[in-house]
């Protein structure tokens, strides 16, 4: 199957024949990394608007999905854009966003969503499993924590760029790891194998671990109450929070897993066909795009807090195309609100207790 290509760099090996993509075929892909990149940057900014809306009130789950927000939107600014300037426009060699600093940014937020869901799936672990030490886990710890995400994190992925590894630019404009060079360099080998582990393997292990241990524990706590006592309530827990759990697993392992596995396969000296490689990379790039979902679309307080910031920025836009009337915070229409719905509670008690009042007059002039 031989299509025509306008870069020899982006040749791709498919078994024994020389695969290449057509100009339709990177127009599609470069559309598919519009719209990714588009909808995850939409999807974490309204995560990250509502965090910032209520960050006086922001607990210690609220702090990991907020870092969570924060990386995937970085990875659908960073993640995406060098790939569709090349394949739209094409960039040059003395171009600024070189192939380090795309490899570096793109590593480094994909490592904080990825770690950042470990400590998610820790602390719900925490709470679900071990709740007696629930209070040690508190917005302080949080804090470290992230903290830590990040330090590992900017290790991780500028160690290529000091020389420990290797960025290479892959198809259409993007950068990874040269995984191939683990069969040259004992360093490099080492390195691969490092982040493997830390970015892959050990995260998936541990989030397995945790969901499982929660599943379990309810399910234990059904079957202690021997049924008797298991209300309505508790059932739709126990199904929520398998729900959730099987959710948040597969659509990671989904999401990472071929890229992964494909990638150790090359760091073996293995060719794979390109058809695969180039599906499997833009497969694990659609993780920012589905992480938000995740977790606003399944919690009804996350909708709820959608719902309200997408109404006060509709009356915002009312009011600023009103130039008559002064520009109002959301706070201050909700407040409007709550002050109206006072005044008419007030009203309507005065008009009662007047009622009242009159009612008791005329029986007592009837006595009278």
């Not at 702090?63 to 970085?74: E, I, K, M, R, Y």
């Not at 917005?139 to 290529?160: C, E, N, Q, R, T």
């Not at 508790?234 to 959730?244: F, G, N, P, S």
Request: aromatic fraction near 12%; glycine fraction near 6%; include cysteine.
């Amino acid at each position: 199957m031989d299509v025509v290509l306008k870069d020899s760099s982006f040749l791709l090996t498919n078994t024994s024949d020389t695969v290449r993509s057509s100009k339709d075929g990177e127009t599609v892909i470069g559309i598919y990394l519009l719209l990714l990149g588009w909808f995850s940057w939409l999807g974490n900014g309204a995560v990250i608007c509502i965090m910032c809306r209520r960050r006086r009130t922001l607990d210690s789950h609220d702090l990991l999905t907020f870092n969570l927000a924060v990386s995937d939107a970085g990875i659908s600014i960073f993640g995406y854009s060098r790939g569709i300037v090349e394949l739209f426009h094409g960039l040059g060699n003395d171009d600024f966003w070189t192939c380090n600093v795309d490899g570096f940014l793109i590593l480094l937020f994909g490592l904080i969503s990825i770690n950042t869901l470990t400590a998610i799936s820790l602390l719900r672990y925490v709470k679900g499993c071990r709740p007696h030490q629930a209070h040690k886990v508190d917005k302080d710890f949080i804090l470290v924590a992230i903290l830590v995400i990040w330090i590992s994190s900017i290790i991780w992925s500028g160690s290529p760029v000091l020389g420990w590894g290797s960025f290479i630019e892959s198809r259409y404009g993007t950068c990874e790891i040269d995984w191939s060079l683990a069969t040259s360099s004992t360093p490099y080998k080492f390195y691969v194998i490092g982040v493997f582990l830390s970015g892959f393997f050990i995260p998936v292990m541990i989030m397995i671990f945790c969901y499982v241990s929660i599943i379990r524990a309810v399910h234990d706590s059904h079957r202690s109450s021997h049924g008797g006592d298991v209300s309505h309530r508790q059932l739709m827990m126990e199904k929520d929070i398998t729900r959730v759990s099987f959710v948040i697993c597969t659509a990671f392992v989904l999401a990472w897993s071929p890229y992964a596995v494909i990638s150790m396969w090359s760091a073996c000296g293995y060719r794979l066909p390109a058809l695969t490689t180039v599906v499997a990379t833009l497969f694990a790039k659609s993780a920012s795009f589905y992480n938000p979902l995740i977790y606003l679309g399944l919690s009804p307080k996350f909708r709820h807090e959608l719902r309200a910031l997408l109404c006060c920025l509709q009356h915002k836009k009312d009011l600023t195309l009103d130039s008559e009337q002064p520009i109002k915070t959301c706070g201050d229409s909700i407040r409007q609100s709550q002050d109206r719905r006072t005044e008419n509670t007030m009203v309507t008690n005065s008009s009662s207790s007047y009622k009242m009042d009159m009612a008791a007059e005329a029986s007592e002039n009837g006595r009278i």
